[in-house]
């Protein structure tokens, strides 16, 4: 669900109050969670019947508006500190295999004159 209700929500026909006006300006934004009046795309109906009508589309839809936000975000080159964390860690673990790689090639250099490696593939 767009609003993260994981529970059924029950809708209705009253405006509510700072939504969107009969010509269809906006008077004051209001939380997605408090839009009672307003089903979103993707809205599962377990009960009832409704006719609706559509007041925005593409990047001017809420979806829009979020995907608007991504990309945004895309261009701002500023990483997160939890980006930034996770870049950090994830170099760490890079260090941590590749030594460990090493570590066992390494050790397994001197077997390699066992039948299992069939014969010294090194000389």
Do not use: W, Y
Not at 69 to 83: F, H, I, M, R, S
């Amino acid at each position: 669900a767009l609003t993260g209700e994981s529970m059924t929500v029950t809708k209705g026909v009253d405006a509510v109050r700072g939504s969107f006006t009969a010509s269809g300006d906006e008077e004051e934004e209001v939380s997605l969670a408090q839009r009672s009046c307003i089903a979103f795309a993707g809205t599962v109906v377990t009960a009832g019947h409704a006719v609706g009508i559509v007041v925005a589309t593409g990047m001017t839809s809420e979806m829009g508006r979020i995907q608007a936000g991504v990309t945004e975000a895309k261009l701002d080159k500023a990483k997160t500190p939890l980006a930034i964390k996770l870049d950090a860690f994830a170099h760490q673990l890079t260090l941590v295999i590749g030594a460990v790689c090493a570590g066992t090639f390494a050790a397994s250099v001197p077997r390699f004159s066992s039948a299992i490696f069939k014969g010294n593939a090194m000389r």
